[in-house]
């Protein structure tokens, strides 16, 4: 404080006053981020405070108004001290005495921590003679803890030993005894020597449970350990008497000897040797009276790989000779639920017997049979699962080995790869064959006329009908579907694509050799047999109905897919109609083009000659000959009204449009001809000096070829008007009048 000191003043210097601006306000002496009044609180963190200023305000800014403040903060303190500067000295003056006061209150205090350091020791003593005694005491009471659990431990198993010399005594037949005095007060009046033995044997199973959970709780420990070879013992004997009661308890069907003896087998936790036994006296014998087990017999017997007529006689043994047992089991608070009769016994059984007795009943080589027997299987599980209670049980049956072991020996994805191969081979044989349209007789009423589609549409049912289709492998049948419908359609595109091209050439598809010869009345029974498959496999149509009802127990969204998926194989048929239209367009233009090949003789005809055209060519009458042949021919009944129009406007069209390309021709070169010669007729008769006057009134070359092919074209527009076809109406046709007909008559078309 020396160096703040200053020299003393008589009077405090006055204050300055703070600076104002233009217009009087105080002007601040920080910028408006620095806030002295921050440093003043509690919880002021300088670390905090200059990362959250730092982030707009530069470091040295902030240095520099921090030394600006510093700076004001001395300035203050120094005025503080020269205005109280006489306070300030005297304050050393004033604490005289202090010492001794401090002296004199260091003593109480002193003593005071030396009695709370005391009281602290004996706390501390007290508290670890507490803690060692608490030790003790815990020490004692595991000791005692496992001296009873010893003591306990020879008392069950002398008990046990003691019950268990106790059940040979009693009879083991069904004659009345008197029951052994040890248990006379536990057992009812006149109860039988069967029920007592049942009853002492639950007693002893639940002995038996104490002193395992004995021996787990002191394991390791050499009395323990002598005694487990007493305990072995008694296990031994306890197996062997609960097993004889329980076998006697079936063969009489006594109820409340299988009640005990089941739930000592539960107290024991030894549940798979009472399904063991079940097992092998009740269901074993009457199984194999059902399933012969010499396989070699059964083949030479009547006996056959079916299941069916099996499972309803095990059906009736169930419900005549097992029923009983799984009531037993199944009871409420019974606490017998822990039996699995149905899995491990009966089902257990009834895979054995197969496996040793048929075991071609598993083989998918013969897929009809083995649909038959995999779908009597489903049924039997089906009736067993009848017996469960509730979903919990029908879980627990699933996932038990014998129902795992039971399902694995259906091989359902090997009878999908031989029916795929049956289906699938069926049609892909068929469709490699040439096109192989019914007989009329045997056509008439029948949607389709192909062998090819009808093989089509019996794939597909079989996919979907219940001697083929497994409801497990429903995806897999639905893709066969449409790789059906798929193959169908591209043997139908390749074919109709190599005859299009026209080539044949060795290049070709094999599957489209057929396309190549057949005549054109195939490709109406074509153009049928694809209308009558789009309709049967459309929304309206009966397949999909057919496969939404077999799949009626799937979600709609589902139902929907499959409808969709379907509607979707299908447009790609829907788009080869167009191609076969045009393909049979193809061949009757291909034939008219035959006859139209004559009109280039017209020229030959008329040229250098005098002769006038009268009447029509010969050749106009075969230019439509062979679409009205096809129009007249028996099959064309097959396509309806609308393909029908389709065709005549369609072959009209292209034929009219080839005629008007070779009138065109003729009439163009004729003109040149015709124009070349009259040249070298002009220059010559200009070389001779003769007259060109005489010829300006004959019929030229040209005209007569015109006239002619006017007179043809007339006859070629009737003859459209007989198939119905109204020649004005064909662009090519107009283009065509206009080429040939006579000045007068370019505007109106008469024929």
Same mark, same amino acid.
């Given at each position: ?36 009044d921050s440093f003043l609180r509690a919880d002021f963190d300088p670390d905090a405070y200059v990362a959250e200023l ?100 020879? !008392?069950?198993?002398? /008990? ?91 063969? !009489?069907?006594?109820? /409340? ?31 194999? /009276? ?45 606490? *017998? ?135 497990? !492998? ?92 379907? *509607? ?56 439509? !000959? ?84 006017f007179l043809d074209i007339q006859e070629y527009a009737r003859n459209l008007r007989t198939i119905g076809i109204d ?25």
């Amino acid at each position: 404080m020396a160096d703040l000191a200053v020299a003393p003043a008589s009077h405090p210097p006055p204050a300055p006053a703070p600076a104002t601006d233009l217009f009087g306000e105080p002007i601040e002496a920080h910028p408006p981020w620095f806030k002295p009044d921050s440093f003043l609180r509690a919880d002021f963190d300088p670390d905090a405070y200059v990362a959250e200023l730092r982030s707009y305000v530069p470091l040295e800014s902030l240095a520099a108004e921090l030394r600006a403040h510093l700076a004001a903060l001395r300035a203050e303190l120094v005025g503080l001290i020269n205005r109280d500067y006489a306070d300030f000295v005297g304050l050393s003056a004033r604490l005289k005495g202090v010492d001794a006061a401090a002296a004199r209150m260091r003593a109480p205090l002193a003593d005071l921590r030396d009695k709370v350091a005391g009281f602290r020791a004996g706390a501390s003593a007290a508290l670890a003679a507490l803690r060692a005694g608490l030790e003790q005491r815990a020490a004692a009471t595991a000791a005692r803890e496992l001296l009873e659990l010893l003591l306990d431990t020879s !008392h069950v198993v002398s /008990k046990v030993e003691k019950l268990i010399k106790e059940l040979p005594s009693a009879p083991s037949d069904s004659s009345n005894a008197e029951v052994p005095s040890i248990d006379a007060q536990n057992v009812e009046a006149g109860t039988g020597v069967r029920e007592t033995q049942s009853i002492l044997l639950e007693r002893i199973a639940s002995e038996m449970n104490r002193l395992k959970f004995y021996i787990s709780h002191a394991q390791n420990l050499p009395f323990i350990e002598n005694m487990e070879k007493r305990a072995q013992g008694a296990t031994k004997l306890l197996d062997g008497s609960l097993e004889r009661c329980f076998v006697d308890g079936l063969e !009489h069907r006594d109820a /409340k000897v299988i009640y005990n003896c089941l739930r000592a087998y539960a107290a024991i936790d030894n549940t798979s040797s009472a399904e063991e036994l079940f097992r092998t006296t009740v269901v074993s014998p009457l199984i194999q /009276k059902i399933v012969p087990q010499n396989y070699a017999k059964a083949v030479a017997g009547a006996s056959s790989d079916g299941l069916e007529d099996d499972y309803e006689q095990i059906k009736q043994c169930v419900e005549k000779d097992c029923k009983f047992i799984l009531e037993i089991s199944s009871s409420e608070n019974s606490g *017998l639920h822990v039996f699995d009769f149905l899995g491990n016994s009966i089902l257990k059984e009834v895979l054995s017997a197969i496996q040793k007795g048929k075991p071609g009943a598993f083989s998918p080589g013969k897929p009809r049979e083995f649909l038959k027997n995999y779908k009597a299987s489903l049924g039997f599980l089906d009736f067993l699962e009848g017996y469960c209670q509730s979903k919990s049980a029908v879980t627990k049956f699933r996932s038990e080995p014998a129902y795992t072991d039971f399902m694995r020996q259906w091989n359902v994805g090997v009878y999908f790869s031989l029916r795929f191969q049956e289906i699938a081979g069926g049609l892909d044989s068929t469709l490699t064959n040439t096109i192989s349209p019914v007989g009329m007789n045997e056509a008439q009423g029948k949607p389709l006329l192909l062998k090819q589609s009808i093989k089509l549409l019996e794939s597909l049912q079989a996919c979907w009908s219940d001697e083929v289709l497994v409801f497990s !492998h429903c995806d897999k049948f639905l893709r066969l579907s449409l790789q059906l419908i798929s193959r169908y359609t591209a043997w139908l595109s390749s074919g109709l694509s190599a005859r299009k091209a026209s080539d044949g050439s060795p290049n070709s598809p094999a599957d489209a050799e057929w396309a190549l010869s057949i005549p054109i009345d195939d490709f109406i029974y074509i153009m049928h047999d694809v209308h009558a498959v789009i309709g049967e496999l459309s929304e309206s149509g009966s397949f999909i109905g057919h496969v939404n009802q077999l799949l009626a127990s799937c979600p709609i969204e589902v139902l929907n897919l499959v409808k969709q998926s379907i *509607l979707q194989a299908v447009e790609p048929l829907e788009e080869v109609l167009p191609v076969i239209m045009n393909v049979m367009i193809g061949i009757i233009v291909k034939k008219s083009n035959e006859d139209l090949k004559h009109l280039k003789g017209i020229t030959a005809t008329y040229r250098m000659t005098n002769k006038l055209p009268v009447r029509h060519s010969p050749y106009v009458s075969g230019i439509l !000959h062979p679409l009205k042949v096809f129009l007249e021919g028996e099959r064309v009944s097959y396509l309806s009204e609308d393909d029908k129009t389709k065709l005549c406007r369609g072959s009209t069209d292209k034929i009219t449009a080839i005629y008007y390309d070779l009138v065109s021709e003729v009439v163009t070169v004729a003109r040149k001809t015709e124009s070349s010669l009259q040249r070298l007729r002009q220059g010559a008769q200009r070389r001779v000096g003769a007259s060109t006057d005489a010829s300006d009134n004959i019929i030229s070359d040209t005209d007569k070829i015109c006239m002619q092919l006017f007179l043809d074209i007339q006859e070629y527009a009737r003859n459209l008007r007989t198939i119905g076809i109204d020649a004005r109406e064909i662009d090519s046709y107009r283009a065509l009048w206009q080429c040939v007909a006579p000045k007068d008559k370019q505007e109106n078309i008469q024929f």
